[in-house]
């Protein structure tokens, strides 16, 4: 079973509508981000969580929120979808204390109309 | 403003021979720098690292140079291989400030010709 996992995997909604990502671990780490991948944009950091109390935004947060229900999820809202939200959305998770590596989900690929 | 700099967006090879993918950065804090290797429909992936304290670490095919004087780094994949064919995304973080967070570049698109 894959440590870090998404849901959906492919999205297709409308203008307007409100959207959730969601993201699993078994990884057992404290820290997990939220980033958007765009064509020739690289990953660009949308939200992170360092624990379950603590939420910060990244560059990118205008039209996001989150949603760290436990050490293993953090979801991901677009309350109000709009077309330049489309895009790929990773999830990722990171050991504590550490200059580590991040640990990505395999991707949403979300359209919006 | 971007702070970690990827000016060339693809990059093609012959199999057999390096592949050099090379890296800027803005950020005289940053003392961690990584590479993550991305296929389609995957997530990135981490594929080697290097502190600020070095500027050499090599796994295997795969070599990262560190010129901390340039703010420049460099991925040396010797011999590339087809299967080495993905998106190359260099990153950087500050242990101290940022708290190892990571800043991307926006990737190299490597060929590896057959």
């Known amino acids: 079973d894959a440590d870090v996992t998404q849901t959906p995997r492919n999205r297709i909604t409308k203008t307007g509508k409100r959207i959730m990502l969601e993201c699993s671990q078994t990884k057992g780490h404290d820290r997990m981000y939220w980033y958007r991948q765009d064509p020739g944009l690289g990953l660009r950091l949308i939200y992170y969580?360092?624990?379950?109390?603590?939420?910060n935004k990244g560059e990118i947060s205008d039209g996001y929120s989150v949603s760290r229900q436990a050490q293993a999820k953090f979801s991901l809202s677009l309350e109000s979808a709009i077309p330049n939200q489309t895009a790929l959305y990773f999830c990722a998770t990171q050991p504590t204390g550490a200059a580590d590596t991040q640990y990505f989900g395999p991707g949403t690929r979300l359209t919006v109309l | 403003d971007q702070q970690v700099k990827q000016n060339s967006p693809s990059l093609s090879v012959q199999e057999g021979r390096i592949s050099i993918l090379n890296c800027d950065y803005t950020n005289s804090m940053f003392d961690y720098f990584l590479w993550y290797k991305k296929y389609p429909a995957e997530g990135p992936t981490f594929l080697i690292s290097?502190?600020?304290?070095?500027d050499k670490n090599e796994d295997g095919r795969f070599t990262v140079f560190l010129n901390k004087s340039a703010k420049h780094l460099s991925l040396h994949i010797v011999p590339s291989q087809p299967g080495d064919s993905a998106v190359y995304f260099c990153a950087a973080s500050d242990s101290g400030g940022s708290n190892y967070k990571l800043t991307f570049g926006k990737g190299t698109l490597l060929t590896v010709n057959p």
């Open positions: 290097i502190s600020s304290i070095k």
């Open positions: 969580s360092f624990d379950v109390k603590d939420i």
